[in-house]
């Protein structure tokens, strides 16, 4: 079952709605008093939905929000409420709004519109909606060239193709989704990548193959520390990225601790109570942990330990928080977990008290979504009709104007010819100029290595010729001299230091070591990260030492691309200090814009 997502995450919906509704997504301006309105209704609405709503009607009716955005911001709310109904309400606004007009011809708004319907079907569970929405969403998202969330809309048609009965394509699906992001490396493709992951879990838990959850797990631990050791590579200005350190430790702290409840899971339902409460245990002092919401999501694997008190204050707490709102799946389940810890417990009669309203609960709801159902499908019929009223219509004029629309097909044809014809020689001649570019910089790289190469020996030649100078004079002055004879690194402003060391660095080809850091640098020149840092920070274009170091190794790449075509992609990767030959290519194709292999082709 796919993860509620409640308090937690509508905490933090505010920057959801402004990066992927207020600002990146949005292809025209919003005022500033729209984007306090949809954040203000997303922190009343868990607190206090009908003051969040009357909120929005009422900037709706005075003109401070479009009335396109704020049937979009409804729908969104109810998307994330765990009342069925407002979660039905959901669809029924999206699909509204695919309709209009303003919508058909506006692709972002179709994105966010499309995106609405994906979620809130995966939240009502109806795995036919979800298939459709999912695929009409993926279509989308690569006409507009974003390829990652298109895997990920992918990964969310394989679970939705196992749970109406095609296991093995659905599975080969959410598979091959994971394997394509894996090779990409922005904040973008890895959030995609561990929602993939988390949906392929999905399908192991309910399949019942608990230990292949834990290597999937891993996974999304292991792209979690790649980002909390390179954060800098990952606030990247990218499609739903955060801007600020805190906001991408709170990905990483919510991820992660799903992460530790999948394995803990696993690992109870594999009889493992030892490495299942360690997991609990990492995952207690996370951040997510501590919430309702983390707590909720570790509740039934304490039932499987056998740890029922926890469990129920849990239920007690989460029932709570429902204020009376009970008539709903989440209730239903804890109906259920009751009945099964007081089984456990030996109170038979409780235990049946509990699965008796549990089975009516179910009922209700089961009755109350078929009704659901059948007034979708009703409204999707009369829909239907009256299209093909408009087809109709629509044929007619066009028998009327059969003569000019054959005149317009061949004008179209053959100005599609000519814009053919234009594009193809203006991507030649793009390409041509790229080639130039690249080529021009491989030579400017030879000459600023040269360069540096000269600045380096000049150091070592001074350096040898006071040691020749000083033979025969006692230790104490042989070591002053010496002394006096090396640069003072510390004496040496910013910009001086960063010529020195990156001279040094090229020279002794440091760069192209698989480990070069700052610790590596400051253990060479005996300097301080500070001051190491501050060096390539404010003393050079670089925005740090491992810009440095990567561009450095790049244009290294670039040189033994052309000058040995007799190496492979990986032996020029591993001569040029690049541990991982995916890290290489991606890094490549963001400084070229062209592959490698694509840029060798080119210099032949």
């Known amino acids: 079952m796919e993860i ?58 005075t003109g401070a929000i479009a009335d396109f ?25 999206g699909e509204t709004l695919l309709s209009h007009d303003s919508v058909k011809h506006h692709p972002r708004r179709q994105q966010e519109v499309l995106e609405l319907l994906v979620n809130a079907s995966r939240m009502r569970h109806d795995d036919e909606l979800l298939l459709r929405w999912s695929m009409e969403y993926a279509k989308l998202l690569r006409g507009l060239g974003k390829e990652s969330e298109a895997l990920r809309a992918e990964a969310d048609i394989g679970m939705a193709m196992t749970h109406l009965g095609q296991q093995t394509e659905g599975m080969a699906k959410i598979d091959n989704a994971i394997k394509q992001l894996k090779s990409h490396s922005n904040f973008n493709a890895i959030l995609s990548y561990i929602l993939a992951c988390k949906r392929k879990i999905t399908v192991l838990r309910e399949t019942g193959h608990h230990e292949e959850i834990l290597p999937v797990a891993q996974l999304i631990q292991d792209r979690l520390t790649e980002m909390e050791e ?54 207690g ?36 928080e429902m204020k009376g709102d009970t008539l709903r799946h989440d209730f239903a389940d804890i109906l259920l977990s009751r009945a099964e810890a007081a089984e456990a417990q030996g109170y038979t009669v409780a235990s049946l008290g509990y699965r008796k309203r549990y089975e009516a609960l179910l009922q209700i709801l089961n009755d109350r979504q078929h009704r659901n159902q059948s007034h979708d499908y009703a409204a999707r019929y009369h829909a239907q009709e009256q299209q093909m009223e408009i087809e109709r219509q629509q044929a007619i004029i066009g028998r009327k104007n059969l003569i000019m629309a054959m005149s317009a097909i061949i004008m179209l044809l053959a100005c599609a010819f000519a814009f053919y014809f234009f594009r193809q020689k203006r991507f030649v001649d793009y390409k041509n100029h790229v080639l130039v570019e690249q080529m021009s910089e491989a030579i400017d790289y030879k000459q600023k290595y040269e360069e540096a190469m000269q600045s380096a020996k000049g150091y070592s030649q001074k350096y040898e010729e006071t040691l020749q100078a000083i033979k025969g004079e006692t230790v ?30 090229l020279s002794e080809q440091l760069h192209l070591k698989p480990v070069c850091d700052r610790q590596t640098i400051t253990s060479r020149f005996g300097l301080s990260e500070k001051r190491v840092g501050a060096a390539f920070a404010k003393g050079s274009n670089f925005k740090s030492l491992a810009s440095f170091v990567r561009d450095s190794r790049l244009e290294h790449a670039a040189q033994l691309l052309r000058q040995h075509p007799e190496m492979t992609i990986g032996e020029v990767a591993a001569a040029s200090g690049f541990a991982s030959h995916t890290r290489f290519t991606a890094d490549f194709k963001t400084r070229y814009s062209v592959s490698p292999t694509e840029f060798r082709s080119m210099t032949k």
């Open 476 to 505: 104490e002055e042989t070591e002053s001299t010496v002394k006096a004879a090396e640069p003072d690194l510390n004496a040496m402003t910013d910009e001086e230091l960063f010529q020195y060391m990156s001279g040094v660095i």
């Open 285 to 320: 002092k996370t951040d997510y942990g501590h919430t309702l919401d983390g707590r909720k999501m570790i509740a039934p694997t304490l039932g499987r330990l056998g740890d029922y008190p926890a469990m129920l204050a849990i239920y007690r707490a989460a029932e709570a």
């Open 4 to 61: 509620h997502v409640n308090r937690y995450f509508l905490c933090s919906l505010v920057v959801v709605l402004t990066l992927c509704g207020c600002t990146a997504r949005r292809p025209m301006s919003v005022s500033p008093d729209s984007q306090y309105i949809e954040q203000r209704a997303a922190e009343l609405y868990e607190k206090a939905p009908a003051q969040a709503l009357a909120l929005i009607d009422s900037a709706e009716q």
């Open 69 to 93: 955005r704020a049937e979009l911001l409804r729908a969104r709310l109810f998307t994330w409420s765990t009342g069925n109904q407002r979660q039905f309400m959901a669809l029924q606004i």
């Open 230 to 283: 390179h954060p800098d590579d990952f606030i990247d200005g990218t499609e739903h990225a955060p801007t600020t350190l805190e906001q991408l430790q709170d990905y990483c702290d919510f991820y992660g601790a799903q992460a530790l409840a999948f394995k803990a899971a696993a690992y109870a339902e594999m009889d493992d109570g030892m490495k299942a409460r360690r997991e609990l245990a990492l995952f």
